[in-house]
T-cell receptor, first 112, second 113 residues
C-alpha cells in the first residue's frame, strides 16, 4: 500500500541549513507537500511541488524531488529557533478522493 | 478573515458518552476532511466530504460519524463505540478533490476522563 517515511528527529544549530528527508511509495502521486506543525497547533502548509518538477524554491525553503528514487527533501536555509517544529511530508494519493498520505513527521530542534 | 475554525480547543469525554467536534470554514471550499493524529504518528483520515450532503469513510471511520448539511460545516461525532478516542483531531478543507491543497484548522484535543 501507500507509505511515506521520514526520520524522526533532526538537530541543527541556529544559522545552519536543515535538510529533512522523505521517501514515498506511490508513483502516481500528483503533488507532494510539506507541512509544519508547532506544539499544540494545526498544520501549516509550507510548500508543495508538482510531480513533474524536480525543484522548487521559495525564500529560505528549497524542495527537491527525485521521482526515480521517490525521494523528497526540504532544505531550510539559515535555520532559526522559530523553525523548531514537526515537519510532515505528505503525498496526494491520487484517484478521486484527494486523500493525503502523511509521514510520521520529523521533529526539528534548532539549538541557539 | 478567511480560514478554518475548530472548537473546542480541548474536549473531555466520559466513558460511554458521545461528543461532537465542530469544524467551520469560510473559504468556500467544496471538500472537507477529518484526520486523527496520535503521538509520534502521522495523520490518518477518518471521513471526508466532497460536496454538501455527501461523505465517505476514510481509513479509520469505525466509531465516528459525520454530517455535511451545509457547505461551511462538517461536524465530527466521536461515539461511545470508539474505544480509544484520546487524540488530536484536525479538520481540513480544499477547493475540490483533484489534487488541490488542503488547509488545516487549529485542531481539537480530545481526552477521556
Amino acid at each position: 500500500g501507500e507509505d511515506v517515511e521520514q526520520s524522526l528527529f533532526l538537530s541543527v544549530r541556529e544559522g545552519d541549513s536543515s535538510v529533512i528527508n522523505c521517501t514515498y511509495t506511490d508513483s502516481s502521486s500528483t503533488y507532494l507537500y510539506w507541512y509544519k506543525q508547532e506544539p499544540g497547533a494545526g498544520l501549516q502548509l509550507l510548500t508543495y511541488i508538482f510531480s513533474n518538477m524536480d525543484m522548487k524554491q521559495d525564500q529560505r525553503l528549497t524542495v527537491l524531488l527525485n521521482k526515480k528514487d521517490k525521494h523528497l527533501s526540504l532544505r531550510i536555509a539559515d535555520t532559526q529557533t522559530g523553525d523548531s517544529a514537526i515537519y510532515f511530508c505528505a503525498e496526494s494519493g491520487g484517484g478521486a478522493t484527494n486523500k493525503l498520505i502523511f509521514g510520521t513527521g520529523t521533529l526539528l530542534a534548532v539549538q541557539p | 478573515d478567511g480560514g478554518i475554525t475548530q472548537s473546542p480547543k480541548y474536549l473531555f469525554r466520559k466513558e460511554g458518552q458521545n461528543v461532537t467536534l465542530s469544524c467551520e470554514q469560510n473559504l468556500n471550499h467544496d471538500a472537507m476532511y477529518w484526520y486523527r493524529q496520535d503521538p509520534g504518528q502521522g495523520l490518518r483520515l477518518i471521513y471526508y466530504s466532497q460536496i454538501v450532503n455527501d461523505f465517505q469513510k476514510g481509513d479509520i471511520a469505525e466509531g465516528y460519524s459525520v454530517s455535511r448539511e451545509k457547505k461551511e460545516s462538517f461536524p465530527l461525532t466521536v461515539t461511545s463505540a470508539q474505544k480509544n478516542p484520546t487524540a488530536f483531531y484536525l479538520c481540513a478543507s480544499s477547493i475540490g478533490t483533484r489534487g488541490e491543497t488542503q488547509y488545516f484548522g487549529p485542531g481539537t484535543r480530545l481526552l477521556v476522563l
